[in-house]
């Protein structure tokens, strides 16, 4: 099994800035591409971002391109998202998640583990 924790929403005003995390821990397996999704109130979850194992390649939805960047700590079970400009429609759950594979995939339904989600509340 694999453990995914995340952490660092919180309530801010539009074009405020927060960082997530995500933790990993349990069962290892090679070079995992982590996910970032979210899924906002009375709406499906969408993918938001992605980072492979070594950090050299990301991948981002238009809507928040420019604006939030995903990257890996050095204990590379670790990933963030540092979230700028917010906006009310960045209002969502935000879940760290990755494929039994490790491949990138920016649908949900593929994903394997979950975390149990961080939310980030944007008011204008």
């Known amino acids: 099994q694999v453990q995914l924790v995340e952490s660092g929403g919180g309530s801010v005003q539009a074009g405020d800035s927060l960082r997530l995390s995500c933790v990993a821990s349990?069962?290892?397996?090679?070079?995992?591409?982590m996910h970032w999704f979210r899924q906002a109130p009375g709406k499906g979850r969408e993918f938001v971002a992605a980072?492979?194992?070594?950090?050299?390649?990301?991948y981002y939805t238009d809507s928040v391109k420019g604006r939030f960047t995903i990257s890996r700590g050095n204990a590379k079970n670790t990933v963030y998202l540092q979230m700028n400009s917010l906006r009310p429609e960045d209002t969502a759950v935000y879940y760290c998640?990755?494929?039994?594979?490790?491949?990138?995939?920016?649908?949900?339904?593929?994903?394997?583990?979950w975390g149990r989600g961080t939310l980030v509340t944007v008011s204008s």
């Open positions: 349990g069962r290892t397996f090679n070079s995992p591409v």
């Open positions: 998640a990755v494929d039994e594979n490790g491949y990138y995939n920016p649908s949900p339904d593929v994903m394997d583990y």
């Open positions: 980072i492979n194992w070594s950090g050299t390649r990301t």
